[in-house]
């Protein structure tokens, strides 16, 4: 079992910043990989960033450039660092784990980006 509990979201102008992070319950290393999505009002959930173990990321084309996924092994957090946000980018965001084939998801954060 693995619980995890993101914070940072909050109200930022556009082209403001704001870093989320992801707290897990147990070590990072034997998580095989750590994601962030987010979902929009009325719309589906969507993988915006992804972390394999190895130190592989990928990242949504809409974030690209923008956000940036990070860990911190020694305190068993995950980070996603955002930039340049744009309206669009108002959603809850939630991490999620992958380890050992299944999928562990926190309760999420809201991000509202608005003048």
């Known amino acids: 079992q693995v619980r995890l509990v993101e914070s940072g979201g909050g109200l930022v102008q556009p082209g403001g910043s704001l870093r989320l992070a992801c707290a897990t319950s147990v070590s990072i290393d034997s998580i095989y990989a750590m994601n962030w999505y987010r979902q929009a009002p009325g719309k589906q959930r969507e993988l915006i960033a992804r972390r394999i173990h190895g130190g592989s990321t990928n990242y949504a084309a809409s974030v690209e450039g923008r956000f940036t996924i990070s860990r911190d092994n020694a305190k068993n957090m995950v980070y996603l660092q955002m930039n340049s946000l744009k309206p669009e980018d108002t959603a809850v965001y939630y991490c999620?784990?992958?380890?050992?084939?299944?999928?562990?998801w926190g309760q999420g954060t809201q991000v509202t980006v608005s003048s």
């Open positions: 999620k784990a992958d380890k050992s084939g299944l999928d562990f």
